[in-house]
């Protein structure tokens, strides 16, 4: 069993940054690849990042490709979403997600095969 607790959202202006944290606990850290979603009022959850075991693979959705950068510290058992040049459009709740699978390559555009999720933590970017 892994527990995951995200922080580090809020209320921000359009062009602001804001990074969130997921802190893993339970079994190791490494086991697993990680991945963020959110979710939208009205609107499907769906992939934003994803980052393999050992943080060399990463993946992102077209909408946050070259704005947001996922991370992952496996001695603080912690996985990072950093995002700049915030925009309206990424107000959404976003979730921190955990897969079996280390590659990262079943989390890559599919919440599917996650494994564990977070509570979420709610973003919203004014304009």
């Known amino acids: 069993q892994v527990q995951l607790v995200e922080s580090g959202g809020g209320l921000v202006q359009a062009g602001g940054s804001l990074r969130l944290s997921c802190v893993a606990s339970g079994r190791a850290f490494s086991f697993f690849a990680m991945g963020w979603f959110r979710q939208a009022p009205g609107k499907e959850r769906e992939f934003v990042a994803a980052?393999?075991?050992?943080?060399?693979?990463?993946y992102y959705s077209d909408s946050v490709k070259g704005r947001f950068t996922i991370s992952r510290d496996n001695a603080k058992n912690t996985a990072y979403l950093q995002m700049n040049s915030l925009k309206p459009e990424d107000t959404a709740v976003y979730y921190c997600a955990a897969d079996r699978d280390r590659s990262a390559t079943s989390l890559y555009g599919s919440s599917s095969q996650v494994d564990y999720w977070g509570q979420g933590t709610q973003v919203t970017v004014s304009s």
């Open positions: 980052i393999n075991w050992n943080g060399v693979t990463t």
